[in-house]
């Protein structure tokens, strides 16, 4: 799993418009909905909550948004490029 997040997935901090608060997601997206699927189910396993799967620019795509899913996503997956581990303003 650790190599299609290298590959696909990315860490970004996203600020609500109406709170102005910032949260930290993890993002993901690949052409292969079938892999999209897979990905989605092993993380479910892992008590990761993952958004719906959603289409556009020809790329399934979903996101981990809750911050217990994404420390959970961080300490048991992560990635191994230390510059996509570091999330500002955590």
Do not use: H
Not at 22 to 45: Q, S
Not at 52 to 61: C, E, G, L, Q
Not at 70 to 89: A, C, E, N, Q, W
């Amino acid at each position: 799993m650790q190599g299609w997040f290298d590959a696909e997935g990315y860490l970004e901090n996203w600020k609500n418009p109406k709170t102005k608060k910032l949260y930290n997601r993890v993002r993901f997206g690949c052409k292969n909905k079938n892999v999209v699927l897979w990905l989605r189910r092993e993380l479910e396993k892992l008590n990761i909550e993952v958004s719906k799967i959603w289409y556009n620019s020809k790329t399934y795509r979903f996101q981990i948004g809750q911050k217990k899913s994404v420390d959970i996503f961080l300490s048991l997956i992560g990635f191994r490029y230390p510059t996509k581990t570091v999330f500002p303003g955590r």
